[in-house]
């Protein structure tokens, strides 16, 4: 069972570059979810696509673009990295609703430099 | 907005003794609350989740946590900790479709 897969699992960019974080889920899912974790934060909510087609704003939308390319894949881009986004990325699906588990990947370290 | 505030960012116990991880809740409508584990460059994983009915809900691997609405929490306990059970643990409230996580207590055993 893969579950939820990320890809790349460890990238290195200088300020600047762009990157895309792709996300893919086998479950069937209606919404896919990106966070951010940074020590002593706990996980942050970036972007949500709670069906297929639709796209939310998180807590710390800022320097992020999503697209929910179809009900499987949910990829997350960096236009101009900086520093500030050094963090671990986590993609996350549910069935959707408000007791809707959802089901991690194992993360993206991606360093800034 | 709801939130969920965790106490103590890192608790250490020693093997066989009880673990007692705190987390209360901010909410003006009846919470769904959920205990998340994350063990060292994993994801995370559920370790249970309150909806509605029986306060007290057990989890995987001996956890269980009890949702008290008098004092807005929602602390994750287990009888007899086991060094397997060193990890990061999140508290979570659903607000409106998507989780929003505390600020995450490690947990450290102690042979």
């Known amino acids: 069972n893969a579950g939820v897969t990320q890809t790349p699992k460890f990238q290195v960019l200088k300020t600047g570059q762009s990157m895309t974080l792709q996300c893919a889920q086998d479950m069937n899912h209606n919404s896919m979810y990106w966070y951010r974790q940074d020590p002593g934060m706990g996980l942050r909510l970036i972007y949500y696509?709670?069906?297929?087609?639709?796209?939310d704003k998180g807590e710390v939308p800022n320097g992020y673009n999503v697209s929910r390319l179809n009900k499987r894949e949910f990829s997350l881009r960096l236009e101009s990295a900086a520093p500030s986004q050094t963090s671990v990325y986590f993609c996350a699906s549910s069935f959707g609703g408000v007791t809707g588990e959802l089901f991690f990947g194992e993360g993206s370290r991606l360093t800034v430099l | 907005a709801q939130s969920v505030t965790q106490l103590g960012s890192h608790v250490s116990v020693s093997e066989g003794a009880l673990v007692l991880l705190r987390c209360n809740y901010s909410s003006s409508v009846p919470p769904y609350l959920f205990w998340y584990v994350q063990y060292p460059n994993q994801g995370l994983q559920l370790l249970l989740k309150?909806?509605?009915?029986?306060?007290l809900v057990k989890g995987i691997n001996g956890f269980e946590a009890e949702f008290k609405k008098s004092e807005t929490s929602f602390h994750l306990t287990k009888p007899s900790a086991h060094m397997s059970d060193a990890a990061e643990y999140f508290c979570?409230?659903?607000?409106?479709?998507?989780?929003?996580f505390g600020q995450g207590t490690e947990l450290s055993v102690k042979p």
């Open positions: 696509s709670a069906s297929e087609g639709t796209t």
């Open positions: 309150y909806t509605t009915g029986a306060t």
């Open positions: 979570a409230v659903n607000q409106g479709g998507k989780l929003i």
